[in-house]
């Protein structure tokens, strides 16, 4: 059986899936049922400093975004840092930890932007036996208006400040999350690494506005006919996040720094694919507050059984291993030669895929009498619009041309040669290495 076992940052946990710091995590009481259902370890929700805690607006907080099945796709909130006393939330995680050592508990914490707030803060943290810290730089609405939240983490200066801070008055591991809503996810992942960090987390969420009611014309959700901008994140923002830690796994400067990845993971396979892109482990919210703390069954149970297929005995196998396949596109193989094929047996004859060919992209599929669907060989371009709008996995897949073929669009041979790209002479990447 596959070892499911993580040791990141020197932080041990039984398995990946760790939650991350919002309502899952808020209190004791869900913090020992996340871990008596097996999750790896908690980020605690995010704790402010000493004094009167926040006020939540007392309307709908969340907002939604389904697909047609009403499956939750994307999920939008304006709440903020936790609203329960520092003391109490403190004392409960101590307890937790106490009772749980071998799960992981980091305490996520978001102060003002000032070294006495931080020091204040930090060894009544350690105090708990919180295994770590997350520095949360990223949440995009209510504490950034205060000068905290995104707005640090949209200034590399001050996340190598804070995290030199908490570097100097923490002895522990300092994981710095990072906020998407920035051009250059690199810029502030070397300003953590700069700080001494020894991990960053991402994402946070996405600003956004998930939709406008009409009535009142007003964003929703909406607080008494008055909305604003909240933080995005659940299925729809995964590719986002993956391209992001991809960024980040790849850049020279914060090669090798341990990631832990966020943002949309619901499978056991999202999981996978954030760790192959270089993350240690993964940390979830939306799929938890969707389908409940017992989703990290089927996740722990789709991990192991994929590996164990695969043969990878550890998780430490996984990370990074898709890395060296991320390129820029001027390193992509342009003598490689796909053709869509459709399955006429699968194929229920909607027509999405000539409708979507035909009026929008190469005139590549033919209505045949009896609404048969055929690729047109010598117009095909192999964009893939056709397999993305078909209604039936796997009718619609694109298929490689041998070397040898004529590709009838462009009467050009397939040659057998450019079958190896790495090393092939058009190559950038290989004129670069000789
Ligand atoms: C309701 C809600 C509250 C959140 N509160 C916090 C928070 O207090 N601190 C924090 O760092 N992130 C917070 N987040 C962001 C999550 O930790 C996570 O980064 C984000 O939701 C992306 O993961 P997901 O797609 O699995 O939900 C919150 C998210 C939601 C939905």
Redesign the pocket.
Known sequence: MADLTTDFVGIKSPNPFWL????PTDKEYNVRRAFEAGWGGV?W??LGAEGPPVVNVNGP??GAIYGADRRLLG?N?I????DRPLEVNLEEMARVKADYPDRALIA?I?VPCEEAAWKAILPRVAETGADGI?L?F??PHGMSERGMGSAVGQVPEYIEMVTRWCKEYYDRPVIV?LTPNITDIRKPAEAARNGGADAVSL???INSITSVDLDQMCPQPTIDGKGSHG?Y???A??PI?LSMVSEIARAEATRGMPISG?????TWRDAAEFMALGCGNV???????TYGFRIVEEMTRGLSAWMDEKGYTSTAEIVGRAVPNVTDWQYLNLNYVTKARIDQDACIQCGRCYAACEDTSHQAIAMKPGRVFEVVDEECVACNLCVDVCPVEDCITMVELEPGATDPRTGRVVESEYANWTTHPNNPAAQAAE
Request: net charge positive.
């Open positions: 991350a710091s919002a309502p980020v929700k995010t907080r969340y999920l909130n709440e903020l840092i936790t996520s978001m997350e949360n990223g949440c999350k994402i946070n969420t933080g994140c659940g299925p923002v995964k996040a966020i943002g949309g993971v619901t940390q979830v919210c939306t799929a938890a507050m």
